[in-house]
């Protein structure tokens, strides 16, 4: 019988439990990738005009109390205008009288304030001698714009 050293009996332990107590273990998974949020910042919406109403009276509120686009030589005429969004804010009215393709600067006016939310602003004319019968128009500006954000035709007569 042959005899098996101790050493040769060491070195084939190590073989052999080396393939059962030195296992790779699995790489562990890979982090989750980093979650990227958007800010949520609103920012305010644009000011604008959203309506003009016309009447011969209005409310505390600047809100006219009964819509009319036709009105009497002696009223006074009021623009109720509606406006949205935030910001410093230039409103202008021109009233003018037209006839066919021409018209005639009635009056101007310009109010300014800031806005946060709605709003609503009052135009007005009047004219102690009484309006020439007639076909005329009121146009809202916003800021420096030349052209009208709104526009609303009435009659005098």
């Known amino acids: ?10 070195a084939t332990l190590v073989v052999a439990l080396g393939g059962i107590g030195c296992k790779k273990s699995e790489p562990p ?3 989750p990738p980093p979650t990227t949020t958007t800010p949520t910042t609103t920012l305010p919406a644009a000011f604008g005009v959203s309506a003009v109403t016309l009447g011969n009276a209005i409310g505390a509120d600047k809100k006219v109390t009964a819509a009319s686009e036709t009105f009497g030589v002696n009223d006074t005429i009021y623009a109720s205008v509606d406006t949205a ?7 202008r009215a021109l009233w003018s009288f037209v006839k066919g393709e021409k018209t005639a600067k009635v009056d101007e006016t310009t109010i300014e304030f800031e806005s946060a939310a709605p709003t609503v602003s009052e135009f007005h004319i009047s004219k102690p001698g009484g309006w020439p019968k007639g076909d005329y128009k009121v146009e809202i500006f916003v800021g420096d714009a030349t052209t009208p954000a709104m526009t609303k035709a009435f009659k005098v007569g």
């Not at 019988?1 to 060491?10: D, E």
């Not at 969004?85 to 409103?91: V, W």
């Open 1 to 10: 019988m042959k005899r098996i050293g101790p050493s040769l009996i060491a």
């Open 29 to 31: 998974p890979p982090p």
């Open 85 to 91: 969004g935030a910001g410093h804010a230039r409103l």
